[in-house]
């Protein structure tokens, strides 16, 4: 059963780590063929544009015209015995190929007098498949994560 209303908040540009204890599993979840993924997105209907990170682990893969596609890795998911570990780093895994982490959540230049676009706010969802597979798969966690300004990050901007 999925765990909704995991909601969460961070600063621009931060390096965050968010685990999620996984409480209704029958068995260990960290079997050799698990693997699972982590995306937040401009809303929980957005498509891949709308993505703005991904995690994925080993060789996740999805259904692709009946046959399966494995998912790009992107580094910093871990599954353990009953928890689920995503990690962000401040990069963008080059050219925006690979959305690793946190300053795919770096604003546009701002549009108001006072230079804010803040805070935003993101649907996250995490997916766990003990078989490996997305066509195996279970929703386990949902929420929002919330960006707020960073002084330390706007002043200078000592932090890109």
Same mark, same amino acid.
């Given at each position: =059963?999925?765990?909704?209303?995991?909601?969460?908040?961070?600063h621009s540009?931060?390096?965050?780590?968010?685990?999620?204890?996984?409480? !209704? +599993?029958?068995?260990?979840? +960290? !079997?050799?063929?698990?693997?699972?993924?982590?995306?937040v997105a401009?809303?929980?209907?957005?498509?891949?544009?709308?993505?703005? =990170?991904?995690?994925?682990?080993?060789?996740?893969?999805?259904?692709?015209?009946?046959?399966?596609?494995?998912?790009? !890795?992107? !580094?910093?998911? %871990?599954?353990?015995? +009953?928890?689920?570990?995503?990690?962000?780093?401040?990069?963008?895994?080059?050219?925006?190929?690979?959305?690793?982490?946190?300053?795919?959540?770096?604003?546009?230049?701002?549009?108001?007098?006072?230079?804010?676009?803040?805070?935003?706010?993101?649907?996250?969802?995490?997916?766990?498949?003990?078989?490996?597979?997305?066509? +195996?798969?279970?929703?386990?966690?949902?929420?929002?994560?919330?960006?707020?300004?960073? %002084?330390?990050?706007?002043?200078?901007?000592?932090?890109?």
């Open positions: =059963m999925a765990s909704t209303g995991q909601n969460f908040a961070i540009l931060d390096k965050f780590q968010v685990k999620f204890t996984i409480t !209704d +599993n029958l068995t260990a979840m +960290n !079997d050799a063929a698990a693997d699972g993924w982590w995306g401009t809303a929980a209907n957005s498509n891949s544009s709308g993505v703005k =990170m991904q995690k994925s682990s080993g060789t996740f893969t999805v259904s692709s015209a009946g046959s399966a596609v494995q998912v790009q !890795d992107h !580094d910093g998911l %871990l599954i353990s015995s +009953n928890f689920i570990t995503c990690e962000a780093v401040l990069n963008n895994g080059g050219g925006g190929t690979r959305i690793t982490g946190s300053v795919a959540f770096l604003p546009a230049q701002p549009t108001t007098g006072d230079g804010s676009n803040y805070p935003q706010t993101f649907f996250h969802e995490l997916v766990y498949s003990g078989a490996g597979a997305a066509d +195996n798969s279970t929703v386990v966690a949902t929420g929002t994560l919330t960006i707020h300004r960073s %002084l330390f990050t706007s002043v200078g901007r000592y932090r890109r």
